[in-house]
């Protein structure tokens, strides 16, 4: 069979090869020395597709070539960093100590792009936090502390701020996400949430304090967060009465079905018996429905008993009602 010439034609062979994937393995490799970047993108899916053992033995050179290629000309040749990012995920499955200079490099990298000058790597700077994370703890840490408070976090996705957190929460580096909790500077709700929900080993005077600057905030992701928090941290149960106040009073009904289903799915001791008594009373119809779904996980036999089966009965008559 004739080689393949012309880009159709490539893209073409390769889709023929998915059925084998240690070929169709090889052949992307051969076709990262492209400049196309139709066949740069095929080729590295096919490449993330495949299972490690398909991967050729040539694959990490070969893309440790590419990325550099690339980053000669980053905003012409790979504008956002979608290529390089795809790369580094490839790199992560095939590291070496060697690679960490490319993944710090690539932590640090940051393209703007007209009218705006906006910048637009971000999702490249947490995937490589991500790879430098698996590679080395120490280095992951040091590097998500500084992705942390990215100037330049994606208003959009929290990215790379939102790897960061969490890197760092899994390493229980709780300190940097508490100072970014407790900071007056701007925050991006997805990664304060994270953030929060992380401080399980918070002092409970700093504990309380968080509490008393978020649970009348308008940022329901925070909230969220901040009720993860309280039931994980071992004080949370001093803060009952606030989350139960909260039920009562909000007017945020997002975070008010997240509080009903968590106090439901944790059992909590202290909370169920206030659940149940805001269903019995309440005359709000959005919380109607969130509160019928959580009393409803409940088995009438187990905890509330009768009281739960009353409640939902006149939940649901309300709700009717409000239907006709």
Not at 76 to 102: C, E, K, N, S
Not at 148 to 157: E, F, H, I, K, Q
Request: negative net charge.
């Amino acid at each position: 069979m004739p080689r393949p010439t012309t880009i159709a034609a490539k893209l073409a062979h390769l889709q023929g090869l998915a059925a084998d994937p240690a070929e169709g393995a090889a052949y992307a490799t051969s076709l990262l020395s492209e400049r196309s970047t139709r066949l740069l993108e095929a080729a590295l899916a096919v490449l993330e597709r495949a299972p490690g053992d398909a991967l050729p033995a040539d694959a990490r050179a070969a893309l440790r070539d590419l990325y550099e290629r690339l980053d000669a000309n980053g905003p012409r040749d790979d504008a956002g960093g979608t290529l390089r990012a795809a790369i580094v995920r490839l790199l992560r499955r095939l590291a070496r100590p060697a690679d960490a200079d490319l993944f710090e490099r690539a932590a640090l990298t940051f393209e703007f792009q007209p009218p705006g000058r906006e910048e637009v790597t971000a999702m490249l700077r947490a995937t490589a936090l991500a790879a430098l994370n698996a590679l080395d703890d120490d280095l992951g840490a040091s590097y998500a502390a500084r992705l942390l408070v990215d100037a330049y976090t994606s208003p959009m996705s929290g990215e790379p701020a939102l790897t960061a957190a969490r890197v760092l929460a899994a390493q229980g580096q709780w300190l940097p996400l508490y100072a970014y909790a407790a900071g007056d500077g701007r925050r991006q709700p997805e990664v304060l949430s994270e953030c929060l929900r992380a401080l399980t080993r918070l002092p409970a005077p700093l504990l309380a304090d968080l509490v008393d600057r978020y649970i009348e905030g308008d940022d329901e992701l925070a909230l969220v967060g901040l009720f993860d928090l309280l039931f994980d941290h071992p004080d949370g149960e001093a803060h009952a009465a606030r989350l139960a106040a909260f039920l009562g009073e909000t007017r945020h009904y997002g975070a008010h079905r997240y509080l009903c289903a968590l106090i439901v799915a944790r059992r909590s001791e202290v909370l169920l018996p206030a659940l149940i008594a805001l269903a019995e009373e309440e005359r709000d119809p959005h919380k109607w429905e969130s509160l019928a779904e959580a009393l409803s996980l409940l088995d009438g036999s187990g905890r509330g008993g009768r009281r739960v089966d009353a409640a939902l009965r006149r939940l649901r008559a309300r709700m009717d009602d409000a239907q006709r």
